[in-house]
């Protein structure tokens, strides 16, 4: 079992930034591919950026690409989702997820999930 826990939403101006954090306890930690997806009301949950077990493959969404970036700490056993340029459009639940070895972009490809932590973006 891996356990998943997120923070650092919250509410920002357009153009402003956060930084999402996900802490992972449970198995080893390295040996798991990371996601972040997000949800926003009435739609599906899509896929953000993702990172490998060796932090060498790191791909991201279209729609979020030189702006958001995702990094890992397996010291800490811990993601991070660094957020610049918010838009209104990035406003959604977003979630971060596990999977044993390689990544996926497919949310259903993941094992784990957290419980999501919220991002507003005021226009």
Do not use: H
């Not at 923070?7 to 153009?15: D, E, F, I, R, W």
């Not at 956060?18 to 198995?27: D, I, N, P, V, Y």
């Not at 899509?46 to 397996?74: H, L």
């Amino acid at each position: 079992q891996v356990q998943l826990v997120e923070s650092g939403g919250g509410l920002v101006q357009a153009g402003g930034s956060l930084r999402l954090s996900c802490a992972a306890s449970g198995r080893i930690f390295r040996n798991y591919a990371m996601g972040w997806f997000r949800q926003a009301p009435g739609k599906e949950r899509e896929f953000v950026a993702a990172i490998s077990v060796d932090g060498g493959s790191t791909p991201y969404a279209d729609s979020v690409k030189g702006r958001f970036t995702i990094s890992r700490d397996d010291a800490k056993n811990t993601i991070y989702l660094q957020m610049n340029s918010l838009q209104p459009e990035d406003t959604a639940v977003y979630y971060c997820a596990a999977r044993p070895l390689g990544i996926l972009l497919a949310a259903n490809g993941y094992t784990y999930w957290g419980q999501g932590t919220q991002v507003t973006v005021s226009s």
